[in-house]
């Protein structure tokens, strides 16, 4: 079955860096885009970025472009969100997502459990 | 682009919730929504409208038109009790892939 493991996580201070990592199983990683969604305490779902499959391809959404790099590594079977100069407003749940692409029509079909990052 | 929801929706056991996502000419886009339960990774519900997920109780259904796209949950049970998300890929934007603020949806 599809199993999506984030580690990393923790406690930073603010201007600090953090990786978190995602490890994948249960599918053919190669086969998938990949993502990274964020969730502030007691708020809403927040898009970090998107990879593409062979990893030639990042998206960032508008807010996250500049301090957050993703990265995959397909023989690892794992993704990466490096997370730099962070702020207090970056604390929040980061979930890793596999994503569905399709004709105007992307989608996370599976998440992960989510990794605590508190700056 | 926007999506709107509503911050709560009440029903009792066994009635039907209607929970709805609000986005200019919605309608035209495909809509997906996800249930997440306290302290839990968001779950894919519905996809592409109306599709359900494998595993996902056929209770579970969607519609998308004009402006208003629903996620409707008939009988509704006590374990449905969670915050949905609607969801849509809109390529005129940076954000690419937008969330809907989120409804909690309390069972009496």
């Known amino acids: 079955q599809v199993q999506l493991v984030e580690s990393g996580g923790g406690l930073v201070k603010p201007g600090g860096s953090l990786r978190l990592s995602c490890a994948a199983s249960?599918?053919?990683?190669?086969?998938?885009?990949m993502s990274w969604v964020r969730q502030a305490p007691g708020k809403g779902l927040e898009w970090i970025g998107y990879i593409s499959s062979g990893g030639g391809v990042v998206y960032y959404a508008h807010s996250m472009k500049g301090r957050f790099t993703i990265s995959r590594d397909n023989a690892k079977t794992s993704l990466f969100l490096q997370m730099n100069s962070l702020r207090a407003d970056d604390t929040a749940v980061y979930y890793c997502?596999?994503?569905?692409?399709?004709?105007?029509?992307?989608?996370?079909?599976?998440w992960g459990q989510g990794a605590l990052v508190t700056v | 682009y926007v999506l709107t929801q509503s911050p709560s929706v009440s029903v009792a056991p066994g009635q039907t919730a209607r929970v709805t996502c609000g986005g200019n000419?919605?309608?035209?886009?495909?809509v997906h929504w996800y249930q997440q339960k306290p302290g839990q990774a968001p779950v894919l519900v519905v996809h592409d409208d109306t599709d359900r997920p494998s595993g996902i109780p056929e209770r579970f259904s969607g519609s998308n038109s004009g402006n208003t796209a629903t996620l409707t949950i008939s009988r509704v049970e006590a374990g449905d009790e969670a915050d949905y998300y609607c969801q849509v890929w809109d390529s005129n934007t940076d954000q690419r892939l937008i969330f809907g603020g989120g409804t909690k949806l309390t069972v009496l």
């Open positions: 249960g599918f053919a990683f190669t086969d998938y885009y």
């Open positions: 000419d919605i309608g035209s886009k495909s």
């Open positions: 997502a596999r994503l569905v692409v399709s004709a105007d029509s992307d989608y996370f079909d599976f």
